[in-house]
């Protein structure tokens, strides 16, 4: 049983004040595995008061110290990565090649930023006046139990790099993740206070950043449930907020998509991260005279697919992150046989020979239609919907019609169709015949996916407020 009981403030690694203890699982074996001592109000208090103390000088650092910040930031979390992935997999369940890729995309969001910086400049002329990029003053970064680490460093990477100060909230559930990271950053040699981390329940630690005064800004990555709190409670006091949310994002098959490609394509994009991401595919969109090769192709694709063992290297899905997750995809697979839905592939319970791990059957239904509960509601988990439509016209319209609009994906061997089809959709991003993830472009949601956008200048710049000094000339 591990025992994590540090939380990182001003610059050291310090007992909560805290007293609660929170169960850590091996969710491939839903056992009880560690417990973490949660911080509280007073222990966030604290962060915030440290990192309001460091914000005067770290604003107005120079773009290369905090470049070589950056660097060695990154250097320490690299020298964690074999650590980091051993945690991803035994706390959050994900498969091992995808918990490789989680680790080290925790190092690259901060030499990712590095870089921005090394090309950005704070100031430019806008007609006679001197406009100055000026950083917001204390972050308060909130984030959610799949790929904790990624989105800790991610989170942190782009504030520090605008010259704010932070206190990071991860989630209570990736506490081993969270404690790989801490001791990587202290090793880091950052300034007293610039870089503060408080595990703690949302409604108490969160709290308290999203309703703070001196904190400037709210970059938030979860639930839109949650997130719509965090907007209210910020409201209040006018915070900046960057919200990351929810996605029911379709994969459009154009008639003239290759399916010995795109079927493994559509698949990879809605299993990805084991269903346990707010970008997976899960609107399968066809036309209707290929829905029957399709659907025909699917069922023998994901008869291959194994859901098990996170450790073994041929294992694409792991298990649900919780009993909760698990019994809320169980549910919304029950919800789709008595909407109606035609089950593909998959089903309730347990894929065979797991245990009581909370492993969930591949899922793939067909017969959807987009305002079945199943289409409409993220069920995060890996439960797909495969819609058919008659025209282009049509696909682009049932592809918006969602209350979000994070991602979307198109397939297609026409590279031209495919980017006309892309520019009608609502979404945040759209990746074309499996392109890959690009960190120099914005990422973030339309509609109820989000507010704001991360990666690259434009998540730097939503630490920054533009300030314009006019000049007479
Ligand atoms: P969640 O909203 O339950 O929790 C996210 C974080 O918010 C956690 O740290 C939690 O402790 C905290 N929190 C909870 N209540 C709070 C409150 N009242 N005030 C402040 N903070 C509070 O989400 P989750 O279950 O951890 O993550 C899954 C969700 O995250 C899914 O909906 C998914 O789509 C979304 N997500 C979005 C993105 C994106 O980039 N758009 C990425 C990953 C996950």
Redesign the pocket.
Known sequence: MQRINQIFIDGALVTPHGTELFDLYNPAKAEVIGQVQLADATDAERAIAAAKRAFPAFSRSSKESRIALLRRMAAQVRARVEDLTEALVTEYGAPVSRAGWMAHHAVNVLEDAANVLENYSFTYRAGTADVIMTPLGVAGL??????NAGFICGKLAAALAAGCTAVV????MSAMQTQIVMEALNAADIPPGVVNIVTG???VV??V??SHPDIAKVS???????GK??LKAGAETFKRITL????KSPAVVLDDADLNVAVDQALQAGFTNSGQ??IAGTRILVPEHMAANFAARVKTAVAGIQSGDPHDPQTQIGPMVSQKQWERVQRYIRLGQEEGATLLAGGEGRPDGTGNGWFVRPTVFADVHNDMTIARE?I?GPVLSIITYQTEEDAIRIANDTLYG?QAYVLSSDLARAQRVASQLEAGRVAINGAPHEPAAPFG?FKQ??IGREYGKNGMEAFLEPKAVLVPR
């Open positions: 909130i984030t959610p139990w799949n790929s909230k991860p989630s209570e329940r949302g409604e969160g709290a950043l999203s938030f990555t979860g639930s839109s449930a949650v709190g965090i990351e949310l929810g996605g991401a707010c993220e995060f994070l949601g996916s989000g």
